[in-house]
């Protein structure tokens, strides 16, 4: 894994960090197979309950590295849909497929397909001072990294279309009020309290904590019908661990129930 994103732990809790300050975090080459990777190893680390995703320095992320692309635009044109299809769909299928909660820590800008990064994320914590932007029709182009998806699936297509074709700067009390974001905090604060935050997650049962990310994510997509099917099945699944029995002992013994994942 580079050194342009970088992976801490405490406890339960993990820490992606874009660690390219210099650049904005903008994701080059490196950064989008380092971050792929980096959330497919949390993925199979059982010790890891909750993740965090931020960004090194003043932003988030300023969207993709557009160097390469203006050095040559021939050959960026040409590749658009290649990159965009092997290489940033997985890496965002990987956030939103993780059997774990994934807190955005937004510390500055997010912008372009720094703003879908965020919202792939389960939960999203902006610092007073941040903001999200999709610049792409101002210079001829469409949202992409699922950035219209997710929008219109917390707020709306009214809004959101409204947002992306006049390219509004969101700022951060603007994305609460709008329910973009979830939570609003002082710059100094931001990291302890989406550290606090995912360690308060990392301490409920995981594997009913997976699946109701699974159900409330794959309902977007589906009937009433099917969904009250897999919540059934997943019910089913839930209520034979060994964190539904601990659960269920702790309750009469009046004490905090200790999970195990299993």
């Known amino acids: 894994m580079s050194s342009e994103v970088e992976i801490t732990r405490d406890g339960a809790v993990a820490t992606v960090l874009l660690n390219r ?19 497919d190893t949390l993925g199979r680390d059982g010790e890891v309950r909750a993740v965090i995703l931020s960004g090194a320095g003043k ?20 590749r658009t849909a290649r990159t965009l299809i092997h290489d940033f769909q997985p890496l965002i299928e990987c956030i939103v497929r993780l059997d774990k909660p994934v807190i955005a820590a937004v510390n500055g800008a997010a912008v372009g397909v720094g703003m879908s990064l965020a919202l792939a994320c389960d939960l999203l914590i902006m610092a007073e001072s941040a903001y999200l932007l999709s610049p792409f029709v101002g210079i001829g182009l469409i949202p992409d990294g699922g950035l219209s998806w997710f929008l219109t699936r917390r707020i709306g297509y009214g809004r959101t279309f409204e947002i992306l074709a006049e390219g509004q700067k ?93």
């Open 21 to 39: 300050p210099e650049a904005m975090n903008a994701v080059d080459t490196d950064m989008r197979r380092s971050l792929t990777a980096a959330f």
């Open 59 to 78: 932003a988030f992320c300023s969207g993709a590295d557009l160097k390469s692309a203006a050095a040559n635009p021939d050959t960026s044109l040409r």
């Open 170 to 262: 969101l700022s951060a009390a603007r994305c609460l009020e709008l329910g973009v974001c979830n939570r609003v905090a002082v710059q100094a604060d931001l990291m302890e309290t989406a550290a606090t935050w995912a360690a308060a997650l990392a301490e409920r049962a995981p594997l009913a904590l997976a699946l109701t990310k699974r159900a409330a994510r794959l309902s977007m997509a589906c009937s009433l019908s099917d969904s009250l099917t897999m919540e059934a099945e997943f019910q089913t699944l839930c209520a034979s661990t060994e964190d539904s029995r601990e659960a269920i002992a702790a309750f009469r013994e009046k004490r905090s129930p200790l999970f195990r994942g299993r």
